[in-house]
Nanobody, 119 residues
Framework: QVQLVESGGGLVQPGRSLRLSCAAS????????MRWYRQVPGRQREWVAV???????NYADSVKGRFAISRDNDNNTGYLQMNSLKPEDTAVYYC?????????????WGQGTQVTVSS
């Protein structure tokens, strides 16, 4: 079994920063892709950012230049640094990984962490 635990969400004023964390645990040999998504109630889940095992990154246009995704391969942990936050960034943020175990590759979602940007 592979589990993801997210942390770091909260209430923040516009223009400020937050850093989200995503820690994977279980019988993991390696983690391939790490992705962040976000979802607002009543709307579809939106892809935010991705990072490969080699460190290549890509971002949605809405966050490009403000958000930075990173990872610690030794600890199977991913991060999303969010700067210059806007009210429209308010959402539940989810981490998603492809985890390689001794038996298979699993696509795993975290439980989500709420980010609220408001004055």
């Amino acid at each position: 079994q592979v589990q993801l635990v997210e942390s770091g969400g909260g209430l923040v004023q516009p223009g400020r920063s937050l850093r989200l964390s995503c820690a994977a645990s279980g019988n993991i040999k390696s983690v391939n892709l790490m992705r962040w998504y976000r979802q607002v109630p009543g709307r579809q889940r939106e892809w935010v950012a991705v990072i490969t095992s080699g460190g290549s990154t890509n971002y949605a246009d809405s966050v490009k230049g403000r958000f930075a995704i990173s990872r610690d391969n030794d600890n199977n942990t991913g991060y999303l640094q969010m700067n210059s936050l806007k009210p429209e960034d308010t959402a539940v943020y989810y981490c998603n990984i492809n985890a390689v175990t001794t038996t298979s590759v699993f696509n795993v979602w975290g439980q989500g962490t709420q980010v609220t940007v408001s004055s």
